[in-house]
């Protein structure tokens, strides 16, 4: 058994979805036909009824032209051909994830080698590396050893990344950015 709608209840309008039929409120609109030609300015009332006797809508396409220009068409197949647009943008689309790579200036040799492999994998899968040289204490009066870590790493990346953001100071922590190579 279907349940009655609540009193007072009523779906919610999506603002950014084009007026169709009765919502269209102007007196007077510009009406182009499904084929793209240019009918002539109509009253809207006048312009919903011819719609209907082609058993198509009345899609209000450019609200803010005076008068509004409004196209004879099939509200639904629109609304498809949309999504389906939006669906294929999105496949084509690619994501670029930042991966950290946290260091010290006191980082030993292996450790780096380990950190080094990490960044060269995240490169290789295209994803951006953000190198991180975090200070304490008095590592703070030494911050080119901290530079020397960030170039070390790009330097051994030179060949995947490009550097993207050069290493700077962000209160105790220094940065670097490296960029994947574009691949012809």
Known sequence: M??????????????NAPRVNQQIRTPRVLVIDEK??????????????????RSLDLIEVSP?????????????????????????SRKTQTTITVKEI???PKTDQHDFDVKL???RRFLEKGDKVKVTVRFRGREMAHREIGEQQCMRIAEAC?????IEARPR???RQM??????????
Do not use: W
């Open 117 to 119: 492999k990490h960044a």
């Open 36 to 53: 793209g030609n240019k009918l002539g300015e109509f009253l809207t009332e006048d312009a919903i009824s011819l719609a209907k006797d």
């Open 64 to 88: 803010n032209s005076r008068p509004p220009v409004c196209k004879v068409g099939d509200y639904g197949k629109m609304k498809y051909e949309k999504k389906k647009k939006e669906a294929a």
């Open 175 to 184: 940065f670097l950015i490296l960029a994947p190579k574009k691949v012809q």
């Open 158 to 162: 030179e060949e995947l990344a490009t």
């Open 2 to 15: 279907r349940r009655r709608p609540r009193k007072g209840f009523r779906p919610e309008v999506d603002k």
């Open 169 to 171: 100071m962000d209160g």
């Open 102 to 104: 946290k260091l010290r």
